[in-house]
């Protein structure tokens, strides 16, 4: 039997290495902060579970989380269908392919914080371009430092516009995979386009809307800078979502037990649902 060569471990260890001092060594913290107390001067107190406890039957907690969920549903509801009507209307070949691809692209290329600056100018009610349009040519009241509901459309409208690009990339990726063949034996048969889609594209395009939901998920389940730099969580706790809640916690209240405590909570969450978004939406394929 040939012997395995065990050198390739040589060049793995200095990532293993990255990986422990970035992630693991930061989450051990994170543990031991969410079962102590501390009062400063390294002096640290046994609490056990007393701060999961506290965080679970709290109703600050459970009203950021709802807000967190509403968010995250409401961008996938949007941005995936969005991304794959812009990615199929999107030209296979040509000039006009690299120009789509590079303008779909630049949205993503913006710094996150940037992002919410940008947006926090723009629909400033007086002075930003869009808040005076809605306001005084318009009509329409918007004012999103004082409507709930205007603060919500514009996180809302500022994350699509921001992450639709990553949706449409992928499912164009998936678009262009497919074999002319496909489509000329649809053409043959008298497929409808719908029927094409249903049938030949959507199936094909199943991996990378995929990753595309996983991703979306993740990422807008545990945003934090655009909307902060946006609204501040306000008006009020209107767009207080949980990773602005859980910041205001940690570095607002210096509450470190329950913060650390929360940040566990949250990231099972993450975890949890990422695993049955998986598991759902790869369920024929383990089957077949």
């Given at each position: 039997?040939?012997?395995?060569?065990?050198?390739?471990?040589?060049f793995v260890t200095p990532v293993?290495?990255?990986?422990?001092?970035?992630?693991?060594?930061?989450?051990?913290?994170?543990?031991?902060?969410?079962?102590?107390?501390?009062?400063?001067?390294?002096?640290?107190?046994?609490?056990?579970?007393?701060?999961?406890?506290?965080?679970?039957?709290?109703?600050?907690?459970?009203?950021?989380?709802?807000?967190?969920?509403?968010?995250?549903?409401?961008?996938?509801?949007?941005?995936?269908?969005?991304?794959?009507?812009?990615?199929?209307?999107?030209?296979?070949?040509?000039?006009?392919?690299?120009?789509?691809?590079?303008?779909?692209?630049?949205?993503?290329?913006?710094?996150?914080?940037?992002?919410?600056?940008?947006?926090?100018?723009?629909?400033?009610?007086?002075?930003?371009?869009?808040?005076?349009?809605?306001?005084?040519?318009?009509?329409?009241?918007?004012?999103?430092?004082?409507?709930?509901?205007?603060a919500w459309v514009t996180i809302?409208?500022?994350?699509?516009?921001?992450?639709?690009?990553?949706?449409?990339?992928?499912?164009?990726?998936?678009?262009?995979?497919?074999?002319?063949?496909?489509?000329?034996?649809?053409?043959?048969?008298?497929?409808?386009?719908?029927?094409?889609?249903?049938?030949?594209?959507?199936?094909?395009?199943?991996?990378?809307?995929?990753?595309?939901?996983?991703?979306?998920?993740?990422?807008?389940?545990?945003?934090?800078?655009?909307?902060?730099?946006?609204?501040?969580?306000?008006?009020?706790?209107?767009?207080?979502?949980?990773?602005?809640?859980?910041?205001?916690?940690?570095?607002?209240?210096?509450?470190?037990?329950?913060?650390?405590?929360?940040?566990?909570?949250?990231?099972?969450?993450?975890?949890?649902?990422?695993?049955?978004?998986?598991?759902?939406?790869?369920?024929?394929?383990?089957?077949?």
């Amino acid at each position: 039997m040939k012997k395995l060569n065990q050198r390739a471990w040589l060049f793995v260890t200095p990532v293993l290495l990255l990986v422990a001092f970035n992630a693991l060594i930061p989450m051990m913290t994170v543990v031991n902060y969410s079962v102590q107390e501390t009062f400063g001067d390294n002096l640290f107190f046994w609490q056990g579970i007393d701060w999961f406890e506290q965080v679970l039957t709290s109703e600050r907690f459970h009203k950021a989380l709802g807000r967190q969920f509403l968010f995250t549903f409401l961008i996938l509801i949007i941005e995936v269908p969005l991304g794959v009507a812009i990615a199929l209307a999107m030209p296979r070949q040509g000039f006009w392919v690299p120009f789509c691809l590079v303008t779909m692209a630049l949205p993503m290329l913006i710094p996150w914080n940037v992002v919410g600056a940008m947006w926090n100018i723009f629909t400033l009610p007086d002075i930003g371009l869009l808040g005076y349009f809605m306001n005084h040519t318009l009509g329409i009241p918007y004012d999103m430092t004082q409507n709930p509901f205007a603060a919500w459309v514009t996180i809302v409208i500022m994350d699509v516009w921001h992450w639709t690009s990553l949706v449409v990339l992928l499912a164009y990726a998936g678009l262009v995979s497919i074999p002319n063949a496909y489509y000329q034996a649809a053409e043959i048969d008298g497929a409808s386009g719908w029927a094409v889609f249903r049938f030949i594209q959507l199936p094909k395009m199943k991996t990378v809307l995929t990753i595309a939901i996983l991703l979306r998920f993740m990422d807008s389940f545990n945003i934090y800078t655009e909307p902060f730099v946006l609204t501040g969580g306000g008006p009020g706790n209107s767009t207080t979502l949980l990773s602005i809640d859980l910041v205001k916690i940690a570095l607002g209240q210096f509450d470190l037990g329950p913060a650390a405590a929360m940040s566990l909570i949250y990231f099972a969450i993450t975890l949890l649902v990422s695993w049955l978004f998986y598991t759902l939406m790869t369920m024929n394929d383990n089957k077949s």
